[in-house]
């Protein structure tokens, strides 16, 4: 469906558009609702105006098992908010209708999804202008239903690859996989770390050998000198914990530290 | 009550660890390689007869395996119809059915050449269980435990502690055993390199499910053998509490194609009606299928699928989703699941100690408090099976302090 690829094209282009200009894509991840649903309505715009090339906004989600601190507190506390995937979705939505035409994904685990109707939630997330989602919950053997469904409304189905993830099944997963290849940088959970991984070029060029799509490092990476290192080998960096624990500072703090990445994942010549 | 034979259950897990519609792996990709390493070892240990004679070894010399299965003369004789028979593993060592799946595991683990050992804990018997294994095989051993259980269970935060087991409290969600198992899942993240996550029961990511089951169904082929050698029968009717349900599959599992009807007891709570429970068949408005913990199952749950928090008088039946085979079994129809509320098996608490001067852990106490209500309807002549999955000692602190709380109301009243 000519409507359909919106979706995946749209994060095509804007990793496109971030080789083009000889960088890495910045992909930033906020947790929708918090600290406030009306925060994020702002929160989105200003990341746009500011650079960012991608947003993920996270479901938030009772049980989050991938998530360190930073983010369990924003779910829990978007939650209390009364943030609901149907509200998220909505979300979408209001910040379609108000300018934003930056890729955006909902990253958020399965159960809510589940509950809502495999179904019925991808198509509201079509409607609503959503280009893929992130489900860290769901690897690819349990993905059938939401991979059929989200490829029938052309939505991209993203799936996170990890650095024990063995080559034959990197290249299984990158076969059928669509808009990126999500690299977890680090075994664990989403948190700041003091440095980066050990071992990413050798990582990140295992699944360049797997996969034709742009590979994005995230989890673990927080400051704008490990965002630099992560640019220098990957096509886009994953920037979560830290943008949430300054969305709490206000909007301000937020487009302060996206603005200090951006500078700080410029190439030099 | 109808029954069906169970041969097409005799093979199930499947090879993605589905039992039906339920089970699975639904875990961050960082887990399927942990999760797969484990899986392999423990398909090959169970091949190892040096590995299986060990087990059998300790199971029966440590823990103090075979358990006895005792006639309740005057539990059935207040109950009025059929006999009551307990399956006492609450004379297991550590006081309850968890030392059997604990050894299993710590085993492997010593097997997987793993130095440490990570557990969730909700009543605190997993986690002393496993406490316990550490010590005895010279594992490093960390315990995660909801802040909420630490101070219902004390005694058992304490006894891990004395064990050598560092006991991390978390504070996060309900604070109980679900978030108890989202720490440890967090934890083996990033240390499955040398940590075994020694998960408690038979819920989790396969092959937990069938690990924990294997390792428990020596309570069930025990329990039919006692039987079978004290009356020439089966029982009519076999009855275990359901938290996770580690102790009721194990219990079941023997008598999978037995005409034995298998009764499940979840926990009523407050009772169904008042939302304050955690009976994930019984509700049917919130208890409905869902993914939690890496497995699809039954799950109290909200409208908008996030995990509904649970309410019971005992913490190890504290717990919003059940074991993918349960939710198999009932939907094939072949165990029966029910609920009895708080009250009620604080009632069988006391009457057990009065009549049969046994204490039971207060998740057992349901398992009776429905067996007080099945034996009247039954015929003298028939046998009603109850698995004593651990004992009460530490309950009592928090049992005194509700009777303490009853007395108050009275007198106030």
Redesign the interface.
């Known amino acids: 469906m000519a409507e359909g690829v919106t979706g995946e094209r749209r994060i095509a282009a804007a990793f496109a558009t971030a080789a083009a200009d000889r960088r890495a894509a910045l992909v930033i991840y906020l947790t929708a609702g918090w600290p406030s649903l009306e925060a994020t309505l702002t929160l989105v715009p200003m990341l746009e105006r500011a650079g960012a090339d991608l947003v993920e906004l996270g479901v938030p989600?009772?049980?989050?098992?991938?998530d360190?601190p930073i983010i369990?507190r924003a779910s829990?506390g978007a939650?209390q908010q009364g943030t609901?995937?149907?509200r998220c979705v909505e979300l979408v939505a209001q910040l379609r209708a108000g300018g934003v035409r930056l890729p955006l994904v909902l990253m958020g685990?399965?159960?809510?999804?589940?509950?809502?109707g495999v179904g019925d939630c991808v198509r509201a997330c079509r409607e609503a202008g959503v280009d893929g989602l992130i489900v860290?919950?769901?690897?690819p053997?349990?993905a059938g239903e939401l991979d059929g469904a989200t490829r029938a409304d052309g939505l991209a189905l993203i799936?996170?690859?990890?650095?024990?993830?063995?080559q034959e099944?990197l290249a299984g997963i990158a076969e059928g996989a669509r808009g990126f290849l999500y690299l977890?940088s680090?075994?664990?959970?989403t948190g700041p770390r003091d440095r980066l991984a050990d071992g990413l070029a050798d990582y990140v060029a295992r699944a360049r050998r797997a996969s034709r799509l742009p590979l994005a490092l995230g989890f673990g990476i927080s400051s704008p000198a490990q965002a630099r290192q992560a640019a220098r080998l990957a096509d886009g960096v994953v920037i979560g914990s830290a943008i949430v624990e300054q969305a709490v500072q206000g909007p301000e703090a937020v487009e302060g530290l996206v603005r200090e990445l951006r500078t700080a994942m410029a190439r030099e010549e | 009550m109808q029954m069906k034979p169970m041969v097409e259950a005799c093979t199930l897990p499947d090879a993605r660890g589905y039992y039906g519609a339920y089970g699975g792996r639904f875990v961050p990709e960082t887990l399927i390689a942990p999760l797969e390493e484990l899986a392999a070892a423990y398909a090959e240990a169970q091949a190892d007869a040096g590995f299986r004679v060990e087990l059998a070894h300790l199971l029966h010399t440590y823990a103090g395996r075979p358990t006895p299965l005792y006639l309740a003369r005057r539990l059935t004789a207040h109950a009025g119809g059929a006999r009551i028979y307990l399956k006492r593993e609450d004379l297991a060592h550590t006081g309850a059915h968890k030392i059997n799946n604990a050894l299993g595991q710590g085993l492997l683990a010593r097997r997987m050449g793993k130095r440490r050992v990570i557990a969730e804990t909700g009543a605190g018997q997993h986690g002393v269980a496993t406490a316990t294994v550490c010590a005895l095989l010279g594992l490093e051993c960390t315990v995660y435990m909801g802040t909420a259980d630490m101070a219902r269970q004390a005694p058992n935060v304490e006894r891990m502690r004395l064990l050598g087991a560092e006991v991390r409290g978390v504070d996060g969600g309900s604070r109980t055993l679900k978030d108890a198992i989202n720490e440890a899942l967090r934890d083996w993240a990033s240390s499955y390199e040398d940590t075994y996550y020694l998960l408690g029961s038979a819920l989790g990511p396969h092959p937990y499910p069938l690990m924990v089951r294997d390792l428990q169904s020596c309570i069930g082929r025990e329990a039919r053998d006692q039987l079978l050698a004290a009356e020439g029968r089966l029982p009519d009717v076999a009855v275990a509490c359901v938290g996770g349900g580690s102790n009721a599959i194990g219990l079941f599992h023997a008598f999978r194609d037995d005409p034995v009807v298998l009764v499940g007891v979840e926990a009523g709570g407050q009772g169904i009606e008042t939302g304050r429970h955690a009976a994930r068949f019984g509700d049917p408005r919130r208890g409905r299928p869902g993914v939690l913990h890496g497995t699809r199952s039954y799950l109290l749950q909200d409208e908008h699928g996030q995990v509904a928090e649970t309410f019971s008088i005992s913490a190890g039946l504290d717990y919003p989703a059940v074991g993918p085979e349960h939710a198999y079994l009932r939907e094939i129809g072949r165990a029966r699941y029910t609920s009895v509320r708080d009250d009620e098996a604080l009632a069988a608490f006391r009457l057990l100690a009065r009549v049969e001067g046994i204490i039971p852990a207060l998740e057992s106490a349901h398992a009776v408090a429905e067996a007080l209500k099945l034996a009247p309807t039954m015929d003298p002549g028939g046998i009603v099976l109850v698995n004593l999955s651990g004992r009460g000692d530490k309950d009592l602190a928090h049992v005194f302090s509700l009777f303490r709380g009853a007395q108050r109301e009275a007198a106030d009243g």
């Open positions: 989600f009772s049980d989050p098992i991938a360190g369990q829990y939650l609901t995937p149907r685990y399965y159960n809510p999804i589940l509950a809502w860290p919950d769901l690897p053997e349990e799936p996170l690859v990890a650095p024990n993830t063995p099944r977890v680090r075994p664990g959970t």
